[in-house]
Every structure is written in structure tokens, then in C-alpha cells.
């Protein structure tokens, strides 16, 4: 499509995000967040939501990761090429930098649903000829560069995403802000309802606060302070001379620093965190906010091996439009379900011997493990003792697969990467194990579906959701991991899968370690080996009771019944 003509009449909320996982080849996402801002579009559009996505173009993508012959990370830029997928449309609007225009155009990408409703995305570009040299990368890297680029990215996003909204015509009511990223849009709504200054009593704030509340919803993600976009107000100053009343952002975003995620909370008037566990500790860290619980949620349609979206077709017609007749699992046959995870699981292996030259064992059980490689998803903790680890595997025969890129500026996450590399090496001949360079959408889908065991061992509380167990369910996989995020909602101890340790902070690596081993060692792997038609139950138990919730649609009616209808 070459317009947005067509979406204008019945779209009135904007999803803004700093990242989407659109379509694998488009390379404007890292991880997470993008992949489930990607979801609640595929699902905005298969419920014919009125939702229009605002997101950067990022030409040259996160990185493309290589892993060196010592196992260190490599990165690359990653571009991709957006006329092959976007239109640029024709309009452009300026916002002032430094007390210079930077001018964004966006480009449209629409997302069509199996049944032929269109979404429109938004992608902004500052490469254009109007832009000096530096303003013309500014959408080129994302989460790139140093503090100013990224103030400058987040300016791009939210005052430029809310011009662009304007400048095509969008009737916008309510701006759903995913993560602190675009809060400065709030600035520009802020500027919009000024009060006039002859209706102004002494001491009031110079907006109409309760009309850019009343407008905004806010879903938070990090559950550590340290986590939160913070700038201080020295180069706000600089790239945003004036832009507002900086007493009243400071009572807005905080006194010493602008925290974006203060501000978008008092500038919401519906706030959410991504599971319950994260909702609770989101309000101790901001004490005195309401904050909601919408529990993430994956999207079926993408997150299905083809082999089970054919079966649940066939047995659950519906089933795309209405994951909860997933519930109904229990029904399907044991053999199928172990068919079609034999077939994902061949694919899987095909894809590790095309990659690494590494052969996986089809009657092996396969732990997966792909996340961001970073401290507090402690990747080394299953590898904690090798030499237990390795009698395990002498008794009970395992593989592992694993993936995840750490951030460039992430020392610690970037050294669990190259230690990753080690110790594959160290165990070679005791353990299989496998590292998938560059994880994307497309090895994600490959792990997901093809693993039997799908690992998390994240710090608690500050796992705020995690979405790849919910995936890995959806394809009868098994979860095994720490009571945190959405898992505390979904485990049902050997219904669903099982938990490490149990639901309480302030315990030790080394206790989680032990706890991992001892619940391999004495339940999970007993089990596969020893009673294989149970083990197929609880694939079909994971599919019953995690599918049939912890689902985008879900989500989104959520999102749509509480957080826009308000
Ligand atoms: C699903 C997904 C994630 C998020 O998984 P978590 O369990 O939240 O870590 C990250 N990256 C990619 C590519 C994914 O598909």
C-alpha cells in the first residue's frame, strides 16, 4: 500500500515502541520487546483493532552476531533494505534539535492477518537529503551510539511519531507508550493543552495534566530502577532548548535526572506491568501508582511449528482466532502430538548441523536455552558444575542448544558468550551442546518447537514476563524453570512442567544450581526415560493449560476492554 488513506477513518489508538519484530527480514528489532510490540500487532490485526504501530526504521537493525574462534562476539551492522517491504509515504514533519530541524519521514509497512485484515505500522527515517550528515543515522542503529543519540533516537519516536501521526491525518484518542522509549511524546501532548496563562491560579502547573493522562497509556517492562531510561536535564536542555517548563518536568520525571518511566507513569492514567509477580514489584519500586497486571501473551499464528498448526486445524478449526480452545488438548491423540513434535525436532537438528556442523541424537532430550546473554538471565547457571552436569548426562543422556546476543556495551554478558564457547568445548563427548549464532525470529521459532526441555534460570524478581516458555508450550515443549514472570502463573508443579526452587528471592546461585541438577537428575529426565507415555501427557498438559491463556489475543482483548475502552 502506498497510503494511509485507507486506515485513517477507524484508527484511533497509537502503539508506540522503540522496536518490532515485523517479518525476519526486516531487522527493527533486538529481542523481547520488539518481539511482543511484533505480536500485539499480528493479534491488533487478526481482532481488527483500530491500532496504528509507530517504531524507528533502524536500517542497520541491532547487530548481526558472529561468534570468533575463540567464541567471542562479533558484531555487524545488520541492514536490511526497507524498500523491499515499506513504502516511503509522502509526508514529512521537523522537530527541533539542537535548534535545528531534523526531518523524519515514515514509511509504511502494513501487516495483513490470515483473514485479509490490514494494520498499518509506521517506520521513521531521518535519512534524508534535508538532514545534515549525523541527523541521517539517526534511525540507523538501534539501541546504538552513546546517551545523546539515543535521547536524540527517543525525541525521533515520540515528538516525531506524534507529528507524523498528525501531519497524516491519524484521529488518534489514546497513545499506548510500550516501555519508557517514546515517553517524551507526552511533552509534546503536554504543549498541547496548555493552560492559558490568564486562567492560570498561582502555583498551578502551566497543562491541563488530567487531558494528556486521560489520553495515555503506559505499559512498563523493567522491574530494577537501574533499568530506566534516565537523561539529565543539562542535555535535555541542550537538544530541547525550551521545550517545556522545566519545573513542571521535573516534578513530572524526577528532580535530579528525566526518568522516562516516572514520566510516563504520571502522565498515564492506565499503567500495566507484564505479569503479576512484575505488577507488584513495579508499585514497591513507585510507590503510590495503581499499577494493572496484563500478563504477556504470544501470538499462535506465528509461534506454531507447521506440523501443530496442522493438527490443531484439523482438530480445532478456530483455534488462531480463539486460542482458548486450546484448552480442550487433553483430547488430542499422544501419538500425534509426538509426531509433530518429532518433526519439529528434526528441524531443529537440521538446522544446528547446517549452522555449527554439530549432530544432534532425535531420541535425545533437547534443553533449550535462548535468551539475551546478560547477568541477570544467568546463562551459565545449568553450567554452574560441569563435571555434575556431565555425570547427569552419563546417566541420563542430554543435549543442549542454546542462543542470544548480549548488548555490544554489556561486558559481563558478552564474556558469559565467549565462556559459553568454553565449556561446549570443555564437555564435548560428555554433553552435546550447540551455541546458534545471531538469534532471531527464525531460530527462536526452530528452538521453541524443537526443544523438549525449554530452560530459564533468570535472577527473581527481575524476569518481568518472559515469553519464549509460553511459545515453547504452544508447541508441546516443557518448561523447567525459576518461579518468576508469567511462570509463577503457569506452573502447575508436573502438571504444566516444573519449577526450580521455590517462589522466594534471595537465594543463592549456587542453591539454584543445585536445585536445577537435583529436579533434572530425580524428576524430569526420569521421566522421559522411564515413562514415556506420561511424559507425552504433559506435553499435551503444557498445551492445555499454558496455550490456551498465555496467548496475544488474550492480551489484547485485555488491552482493548481495560486499558483503551476506559
Ligand atoms: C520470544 C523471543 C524473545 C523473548 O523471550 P524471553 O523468554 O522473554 O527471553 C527474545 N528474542 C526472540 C528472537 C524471541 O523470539
Redesign the pocket.
Known amino acids: 500500500m502506498t497510503s494511509v488513506e485507507p486506515f485513517l477513518a477507524r484508527t484511533h489508538i497509537a502503539y508506540f515502541s522503540m522496536e518490532m519484530a515485523l517479518r525476519p527480514e526486516m531487522h527493527t528489532y533486538a ?2 520487546l520488539g ?1 511482543l510490540a511484533g505480536d500485539t500487532a499480528r493479534s491488533c490485526a487478526d481482532l481488527e483493532l483500530p491500532v496504528v504501530f509507530v517504531t524507528l526504521l533502524s536500517r542497520a537493525g541491532y547487530f548481526r552476531q558472529e561468534i570468533g574462534p575463540d567464541g567471542e562476539q562479533i558484531e555487524h551492522p545488520d541492514w536490511w533494505e526497507p524498500k523491499r517491504w515499506c513504502t516511503p509515504l509522502n509526508a514529512m514533519v521537523a522537530v527541533e534539535i539542537e535548534e535545528k530541524p531534523v526531518w523524519i519521514r515514515p514509511w509504511l509497512y502494513t501487516h495483513t492477518c490470515p483473514h485479509g485484515h490490514r494494520i498499518p505500522v509506521l517506520l521513521l527515517d531521518t535519512e534524508l537529503d534535508q538532514n545534515g550528515e549525523p541527523d541521517r543515522t539517526l534511525t540507523h542503529y538501534l539501541y546504538g551510539g552513546d546517551e545523546v543519540y539515543r535521547l536524540k533516537q527517543e525525541i525521533v519516536l515520540g515528538i516525531g511519531g506524534f507529528r507524523i501521526l498528525q501531519a497524516l491525518g491519524f484521529d488518534v484518542h489514546t497513545y499506548h507508550l510500550n516501555e519508557g522509549h517514546a515517553a517524551l511524546l507526552t511533552l509534546e501532548l503536554l504543549n498541547r493543552w496548555k493552560v492559558p496563562p490568564e486562567d492560570l491560579a498561582p502555583g498551578e502547573p502551566a497543562y491541563d495534566i488530567a487531558e494528556v493522562r486521560f489520553r495515555c497509556v503506559f505499559t512498563t517492562h523493567t522491574p530494577v530502577e537501574a533499568g530506566h531510561d534516565r537523561f539529565s536535564y543539562e542535555l535535555f536542555e541542550r537538544l530541547l532548548p525550551g521545550f517545556v517548563d522545566l519545573d513542571t518536568l521535573k516534578q513530572l520525571a524526577g528532580e535530579d535526572r528525566l526518568n522516562m518511566t516516572r514520566l510516563a507513569l504520571n502522565l498515564s492514567d492506565y499503567v500495566n506491568g507484564v505479569a503479576r509477580r512484575h505488577a507488584q514489584t513495579a508499585e514497591q519500586m513507585f510507590p503510590g501508582y495503581r499499577i494493572h497486571a496484563i500478563t504477556n501473551g504470544v501470538h499462535v499464528g506465528t509461534w506454531t511449528h507447521p506440523a501443530f498448526a496442522a493438527l490443531y486445524d484439523a482438530n480445532f478449526p478456530r483455534w488462531q482466532h480463539e486460542p482458548e480452545v486450546l484448552v480442550r488438548a487433553l483430547q488430542l491423540s499422544e501419538d500425534d502430538v509426538w509426531q509433530c513434535h518429532r518433526l519439529a525436532k528434526q528441524d531443529l537438528i537440521a538446522r544446528v548441523k547446517a549452522t555449527t556442523g554439530g549432530e544432534l541424537d532425535p531420541d535425545i532430550p533437547t534443553i533449550g536455552f535462548a ?2 546473554m546478560t547477568g541477570y538471565k544467568r546463562p551459565l547457571l545449568l553450567f554452574a558444575d560441569p563435571a555434575r552436569l556431565a555425570a547427569i548426562a552419563a546417566r541420563y543422556p542430554l543435549q543442549i542448544v542454546l542462543a542470544g546476543k548480549a548488548h555490544p556495551r554489556d561486558e559481563p554478558g558478552k564474556d558469559a558468550v565467549c565462556r559459553l564457547h568454553t565449556l561446549i568445548r570443555e564437555l564435548h563427548g560428555k554433553v552435546t551442546c550447540a551455541f546458534l549464532p545471531d ?3 527464525e531460530i ?1 521459532l526452530a528452538l521453541v518447537s524443537g526443544c523438549d526441555i525449554w530452560l ?1 534460570t533468570p535472577l527473581p524478581p527481575l524476569e518481568a ?5 509460553m ?1 515453547a508450550a504452544l508447541n508441546g515443549g516443557v518448561n523447567l524453570s525459576i518461579l518468576d514472570g508469567w511462570w509463577i502463573e503457569a506452573c502447575i508443579e508436573g502438571v504444566t512442567g516444573w519449577s526450580i526452587g521455590h517462589d522466594e528471592t534471595a537465594v543463592s546461585d549456587e542453591q539454584h544450581a543445585v536445585a536445577l541438577y537435583g529436579k533434572l537428575e530425580h524428576t524430569v529426565l526420569p521421566l522421559y526415560y522411564n515413562d514415556p507415555s506420561a511424559w507425552r501427557r504433559t506435553m499435551k498438559q503444557a498445551i492445555a493449560n499454558i496455550a490456551y491463556y498465555f496467548n496475544s489475543q488474550r492480551m489484547m482483548r485485555r488491552y482493548a476492554t481495560e486499558a483503551y475502552l476506559r
Not at 514476563?465 to 516458555?469: D, F, H, K, L, M
Open positions: 529481542g523481547w518481539v535468551r539475551r538469534y532471531d525470529l527462536a530459564n514476563s518472559g515469553t519464549s516458555g511459545k
